[in-house]
């Protein structure tokens, strides 16, 4: 984290105290050090000429004793000096320069100052010097230095830091009471709609309005913010609106599919009921048709001509059709209602009783088989053998005007489900109509053409369905077709 | 005025050393010295005192009454010191009648049978009476000068000083003993 970060993340509040008490320190801190820097130069100032003032007087008392040559009353002159309390020490020169008394007497005469420079008074590292002539009457007597220290001053100074800093501690804190009261007027609706803005997002509840403030930037700030929230509400409202709408809309279309899906089946079970009882129902009478036609065959046979015997033949014939037109009916209805026993059953046996099933189909054929091995799918055992007997019986009937009819039978196995198909070399069909394959009495190919009833894809596609998986085929017309079915994996556990 | 001043106190100076060689060998040495050094504050004194009104004499008169101790001395200093921009003239007498102009009377030696006498001549009027015997101060001369442990020191008698009409430096006030008289 940034410098520049730790200063963002201060809040509102804390800032503008920290901004009051920086400026606060930083202008009584400039204004007290300049009070401080005058007030310590004019105290010295005012020692220096306090100092000089009293070396005039004392000078005027070293008259007499200089006049008289009298070095013991210039001492005692002199210790006047003692009454000054910061007079460290003091030199009475002859006019010749000579030294002629000191302050105290013990002073040590061989340590005369020499830096007087000329000038009267000077202040040097704590020390006041004063050069003082002694004048009477137009004529220079002789010369006074003093050197006294600046303890006193010093002490002022201190005392003065002490009071200034004390002063600056209070102001400060003065300065934080009152900031961290008065910086309420601008923190505290800044807070107020940072709050509300946090409470608005958690409850996503748009309906409440900020009462107005100034006409200052929060003020604007808060009427645009109402703003806002009268636009979300608005919008919330429409959207609401919508929702409901489509919800409704929803509710309705699941009730219609409902009903629709709930007639179908109804439809479609009393469709199954009615195929069923009428396939059962037909096979008695084709059942007289057929006994009668084979009494009249043993019993008169030999009475009839030729044609007579051509006809009964037409009977018995279209007889045999009709009985396996029901029997397929009937075997649709059951498929419909049959139960389910899944097994483990093994794709390469179904092929195998497959092609022995449809071993009369196949004699007379050149048929050229090609089957991949295949894998074992979780199913009901008897139903997938009809599939591929279907499937299978298809691509027989289907490629029986090829001189070499090639199939082939294979499987791929896709994420959670086998493909299986079933390729031959056939009259194919046209795709357009590949939606029509798979219905119930729906035929792309005349009964001239090739024999059918139009029943056993409608079936495949059945006891897939009833498996989970899917049907589909492509074709083209003279180039043979593709029926492929999935069904899904073994899940194992 | 400075360099005048100069040469005058280097004078003086020469005069006390000469004296100071030639009393050197003599018993009466001490006295010398005293005096020499007395002759010298005399001249001093007068720095330090305004005289009132005008002075009708051409001379500044000092006039020493009794024994002259100072042989010479007085002559030498005077001779090339003015005295309020007046030669000095000075006279030895023995009456108070020779009074006459006179700014400065010293009073030599131990006079006290006459004191009285010259006290009532001078008091009142601007003269500035100088002597050298202990209590004579308190008696009414205006500056009594002693010798304490080789120092010449002096008394002011404050009475004798205002009746005198005579202005001193506060400065000469400071550094002596002030007498109180009460009169």
């Given at each position: 984290?940034?410098?520049?970060?730790?200063?963002?993340?201060?809040?509102?509040?804390?800032?503008?105290?920290?901004?009051?008490?920086?400026i606060?320190f930083?202008?009584?801190?400039?204004?007290?050090?300049?009070?401080?820097?005058?007030?310590?130069?004019?105290?010295?100032?005012?020692?220096?000429?306090?100092?000089?003032?009293?070396?005039?007087?004392?000078?005027?008392?070293?008259?007499?004793?200089?006049?008289?040559?009298d070095?013991?009353?210039?001492?005692?002159?002199?210790?006047?000096?003692?009454?000054?309390?910061?007079?460290?020490?003091?030199?009475?020169?002859?006019?010749?320069?000579?030294?002629?008394?000191?302050?105290?007497?013990?002073?040590?005469?061989?340590?005369?100052?020499?830096?007087?420079?000329?000038?009267?008074?000077?202040?040097?590292?704590?020390?006041?010097?004063?050069?003082?002539?002694?004048?009477?009457?137009?004529?220079?007597?002789?010369?006074?230095?003093?050197?006294?220290?600046?303890?006193?001053?010093?002490?002022?100074?201190?005392?003065?830091?002490?009071?200034?800093?004390?002063?600056?501690?209070?102001?400060?804190?003065?300065?934080?009471?009152?900031?961290?009261?008065?910086?309420?007027?601008?923190?505290?609706?800044?807070?107020k709609?940072?709050?509300?803005?946090?409470?608005?997002?958690?409850?996503?509840?748009?309906?409440?309005?900020?009462?107005?403030?100034?006409?200052?930037?929060?003020?604007?700030?808060?009427?645009?913010?109402?703003?806002?929230?009268?636009?979300l509400?608005k919008?919330?409202?429409?959207?609401?609106?919508?929702?409901?709408?489509?919800?409704?809309?929803?509710?309705?279309?699941?009730?219609?599919?409902?009903?629709?899906?709930?007639?179908?089946?109804?439809?479609?079970?009393?469709?199954?009921?009615?195929?069923?009882?009428?396939?059962?129902?037909?096979?008695?009478?084709?059942?007289?048709?057929?006994?009668?036609?084979?009494?009249?065959?043993?019993?008169?046979?030999?009475?009839?001509?030729?044609?007579?015997?051509?006809?009964?033949?037409?009977?018995?014939?279209?007889?045999?059709?009709?009985?396996?037109?029901?029997?397929?009916?009937?075997?649709?209805?059951?498929?419909?209602?049959?139960?389910?026993?899944?097994?483990?059953?093994?794709?390469?046996?179904?092929?195998?009783?497959?092609?022995?099933?449809?071993?009369?189909?196949?004699?007379?054929?050149?048929i050229?088989?090609?089957?991949?091995?295949?894998?074992?799918?979780?199913?009901?055992?008897?139903?997938?053998?009809?599939?591929?007997?279907n499937?299978?019986?298809?691509?027989?009937?289907?490629?029986?005007?090829?001189?070499?009819?090639?199939?082939?039978?294979?499987?791929?196995?896709?994420?959670?489900?086998?493909?299986?198909?079933?390729?031959?070399?056939?009259?194919?069909?046209?795709?357009?109509?590949?939606?029509?394959l798979?219905?119930?009495?729906?035929?792309?190919?005349?009964?001239?053409?090739?024999?059918?009833?139009?029943?056993?894809?409608?079936?495949?596609?059945?006891?897939?369905?009833?498996?989970?998986?899917?049907?589909?085929?492509?074709?083209?017309?003279?180039?043979?077709?593709?029926?492929?079915?999935?069904?899904?994996?073994?899940?194992?556990? | 005025?400075?360099?005048?001043?100069?040469?005058?106190?280097?004078?003086?100076?020469?005069?006390?050393?000469?004296?100071?060689?030639?009393?050197?060998?003599?018993?009466?040495?001490?006295?010398?010295?005293?005096?020499?050094?007395?002759?010298?504050?005399?001249?001093?004194?007068?720095?330090?005192?305004?005289?009132?009104?005008?002075?009708?004499?051409?001379?500044?008169?000092?006039?020493?009454?009794?024994?002259?101790?100072?042989?010479n001395?007085?002559?030498?200093?005077?001779?090339?010191?003015?005295?309020?921009?007046?030669?000095?003239e000075?006279?030895?007498?023995?009456?108070?009648?020779?009074?006459?102009?006179?700014?400065?009377?010293?009073?030599?030696?131990?006079?006290?049978?006459?004191?009285?006498?010259?006290l009532?001549?001078?008091?009142?009027?601007?003269?500035?009476t100088?002597?050298?015997?202990?209590?004579?101060?308190?008696?009414?001369?205006?500056?009594?000068?002693?010798?304490?442990?080789?120092?010449i020191?002096?008394?002011?008698?404050?009475?004798?000083?205002?009746?005198?009409?005579?202005?001193?430096?506060?400065?000469?006030?400071?550094?002596?003993?002030?007498?109180?008289?009460?009169?």
């Amino acid at each position: 984290m940034n410098k520049l970060q730790f200063i963002k993340d201060i809040s509102i509040r804390n800032k503008i105290i920290a901004i009051v008490l920086f400026i606060s320190f930083t202008v009584i801190s400039v204004g007290f050090t300049y009070i401080a820097t005058r007030d310590i130069k004019h105290s010295r100032n005012e020692a220096r000429s306090r100092l000089l003032l009293d070396a005039t007087l004392i000078g005027d008392y070293c008259i007499v004793p200089l006049t008289f040559d009298d070095k013991q009353q210039a001492a005692e002159t002199l210790s006047r000096l003692k009454f000054i309390e910061s007079v460290e020490a003091g030199y009475l020169f002859d006019e010749n320069g000579e030294l002629f008394a000191t302050y105290p007497d013990s002073l040590d005469s061989t340590n005369i100052p020499t830096e007087i420079n000329g000038q009267k008074a000077i202040y040097k590292d704590g020390y006041f010097y004063i050069t003082e002539p002694v004048i009477f009457q137009g004529k220079e007597l002789g010369t006074l230095f003093i050197r006294a220290n600046s303890k006193e001053l010093q002490a002022e100074k201190q005392q003065l830091i002490i009071v200034m800093l004390l002063l600056i501690v209070g102001l400060i804190i003065l300065s934080y009471v009152l900031a961290s009261k008065i910086q309420r007027l601008i923190s505290d609706p800044i807070l107020k709609l940072a709050e509300l803005t946090a409470t608005i997002s958690t409850n996503q509840d748009f309906s409440v309005q900020l009462k107005p403030q100034g006409k200052d930037e929060v003020g604007i700030l808060y009427q645009q913010f109402n703003n806002l929230l009268v636009k979300l509400r608005k919008r919330e409202e429409e959207r609401d609106k919508a929702e409901e709408e489509i919800r409704e809309l929803n509710i309705s279309l699941e009730k219609k599919v409902a009903e629709r899906t709930a007639s179908l089946e109804a439809a479609n079970k009393e469709m199954e009921a009615f195929s069923y009882s009428v396939s059962h129902d037909l096979r008695a009478p084709l059942r007289h048709i057929n006994g009668f036609v084979e009494l009249l065959v043993k019993r008169n046979g030999d009475q009839l001509n030729e044609k007579g015997q051509h006809y009964l033949n037409s009977i018995s014939e279209a007889s045999n059709q009709m009985g396996a037109l029901i029997d397929n009916l009937l075997q649709f209805s059951r498929t419909g209602r049959a139960e389910m026993r899944l097994t483990k059953v093994d794709m390469n046996k179904q092929i195998e009783d497959a092609l022995t099933i449809l071993k009369r189909d196949t004699t007379g054929r050149k048929i050229e088989w090609k089957i991949d091995s295949l894998p074992v799918v979780l199913a009901d055992h008897a139903l997938i053998r009809q599939v591929w007997v279907n499937l299978i019986a298809n691509a027989i009937k289907y490629t029986g005007q090829r001189e070499t009819a090639i199939i082939e039978i294979g499987a791929t196995g896709e994420n959670k489900e086998f493909v299986f198909y079933i390729r031959d070399n056939g009259a194919g069909f046209n795709m357009n109509y590949a939606h029509k394959l798979f219905g119930v009495f729906q035929r792309l190919h005349s009964n001239d053409e090739f024999e059918g009833i139009g029943i056993g894809l409608a079936n495949v596609k059945q006891i897939i369905k009833k498996h989970n998986g899917q049907v589909w085929a492509e074709g083209e017309i003279d180039k043979g077709a593709t029926f492929y079915f999935s069904l899904p994996k073994i899940q194992e556990d | 005025m400075k360099e005048y001043c100069m040469r005058n106190i280097k004078t003086l100076i020469t005069i006390v050393f000469l004296s100071v060689g030639i009393a050197y060998g003599e018993n009466s040495f001490a006295q010398s010295r005293e005096y020499l050094l007395k002759a010298g504050f005399l001249e001093k004194f007068t720095h330090f005192i305004e005289w009132p009104g005008t002075v009708s004499s051409e001379t500044f008169r000092i006039a020493v009454i009794g024994e002259n101790k100072f042989g010479n001395a007085l002559e030498d200093i005077f001779s090339k010191v003015k005295i309020k921009d007046k030669t000095a003239e000075i006279v030895y007498i023995s009456s108070v009648d020779e009074l006459k102009d006179c700014m400065i009377l010293f009073i030599s030696g131990k006079m006290d049978n006459k004191l009285d006498d010259i006290l009532n001549h001078t008091t009142g009027k601007p003269i500035l009476t100088i002597s050298e015997n202990s209590g004579y101060g308190k008696k009414g001369t205006i500056i009594n000068m002693l010798l304490v442990n080789d120092y010449i020191r002096y008394e002011i008698n404050r009475n004798a000083l205002s009746k005198s009409g005579l202005k001193m430096s506060s400065l000469l006030l400071d550094s002596a003993t002030i007498i109180k008289t009460d009169e």
